[in-house]
């Protein structure tokens, strides 16, 4: 009897195995790994919205299907991915921008790079894929608005980390976190803290506010939900929001929903609008025992007034990861302020974020050779 289930047990092993050889087999396989990038992107586009352009790429001016493709990319081995889905298409790995500008003299598309040297002297570039999600930087150039360009950028691939991040700075604040933490430091153990706005806050049931609820807005708005918070959020356009936002506000309603929050957000991507709309009177608006979170863009904020205010108890604290000027100064008074937090513009890093920005950009790829339409188009002309 012992035997028959030793048998049965090894028989059972051994099919596993099998059934994993075969796996790994058939994953080996040219179709199984498309199937399987097919199946990532679809999840990628759905779990962070991605947006796809309801033209075609071989409708837009100036398309055709390109010869030569510069790129930049984090580790070598990118480059076959990139190959696959764009066969008969030269792909030049670059690491710098002088490299980039050497190579785009005859070539059709640009992966990682948008500056002024690159597109005067790549007269021929039509798509331009930017990897951050903020392109201030790059609109700017006046190459960029010649010869009906194409650009696509990284927006919502780092939401996710971002939003954590967000969170991660709202939790520490409103425990005490970097009060505890600067004590520690000093060898100090002290129960009774001074928090500045009094007690630890609780946030089921308090009232956060999120400026710009796009692809950062829409993912730490679901977290914020989760915790038990009430969600209100403000965005350029339009007011349809998911169903864990309470309330949808245009950018001209900002003021009032301010003076309703406990936590205040900053998600929006930096345009004409935006540029300097955390100043004194937003800050005068918002609830002395409030918080302000910026994960945005820093020149969203006037520095001096943000320091203003929390020098005078207009807000609770702050938690920072982009600031203006950026890198902050040493000897800042940001640095020192208490009931501060500052990391350095790094929010958007994570295990993750990188394999999803290159499943973006290689499917880009793909479509853009095809002809498709293509995700993540940025409206040059908004900036």
Not at 232 to 252: I, K
Not at 272 to 280: H, Q, W
Not at 322 to 339: D, F, N
């Amino acid at each position: 009897m012992k035997n028959q289930k030793r048998r049965a047990v090894l028989a059972v092993l051994s099919a596993g195995l099998m059934s994993a050889a075969l796996s790994v087999a058939a994953s080996s396989l040219p179709e199984e790994k498309e199937r399987l990038r097919i199946g990532a992107v679809q999840t990628m586009i759905a779990e962070l919205g991605l947006r796809e352009s309801s033209v075609p790429a071989r409708d837009l001016p100036g398309w055709r299907k390109p010869g030569k493709v510069v790129a930049r990319v984090d580790r070598p081995e990118r480059l076959a991915g990139l190959q696959a889905v764009a066969p008969g298409v030269e792909i030049v790995l670059v690491e710098s921008s002088a490299q980039a500008a050497e190579e785009a003299v005859d070539a059709q598309v640009l992966l990682g790079f948008c500056n002024e040297e690159i597109l005067s002297r790549g007269q021929d570039l039509h798509w331009i894929q930017v990897y951050s999600s903020g392109v201030d930087r790059c609109v700017v150039n006046p190459g960029l608005h010649q010869g009906n360009k194409l650009l696509t950028n990284g927006q919502r691939i780092a939401s996710p980390a971002l939003a954590e991040h967000a969170i991660a700075l709202m939790m520490a604040l409103v425990r005490g976190l970097d009060v505890y933490h600067a004590n520690q430091l000093d060898g100090s153990w002290q129960r009774n803290v001074e928090m500045g706005s009094g007690e630890f806050m609780e946030l089921t049931g308090r009232t956060v506010l999120i400026v710009g609820l796009g692809g950062i807005g829409t993912q730490t708005a679901k977290r914020a939900h989760g915790l038990g918070m009430r969600v209100v959020a403000t965005r350029g356009s339009r007011r349809e929001g998911p169903d864990y936002v309470d309330f949808v506000g245009l950018a001209d309603e900002v003021m009032d929903l301010a003076k309703q929050a406990d936590i205040v957000i900053n998600s929006a991507p930096l345009t004409n609008r935006t540029r300097g709309m955390f100043d004194a009177e937003f800050f005068a608006a918002m609830k002395p025992t409030a918080y302000f979170i910026s994960v945005g863009r820093g020149a969203s904020t006037v520095t001096s007034d943000l320091v203003s205010a929390l020098e005078h108890g207009d807000l609770a604290g702050a938690g920072l990861d982009v600031t203006e000027p950026e890198p902050l100064p040493a000897g800042h008074p940001l640095w020192s302020m208490p009931r501060v937090i500052i990391s350095p513009h790094t929010a958007g890093r994570s295990d993750k974020g990188r394999d999803r920005l290159f499943l973006l950009v290689q499917e880009n790829l793909r479509r853009y050779v095809a002809g498709e339409p293509m995700l993540s188009v940025v409206k040059i002309g908004r900036g």
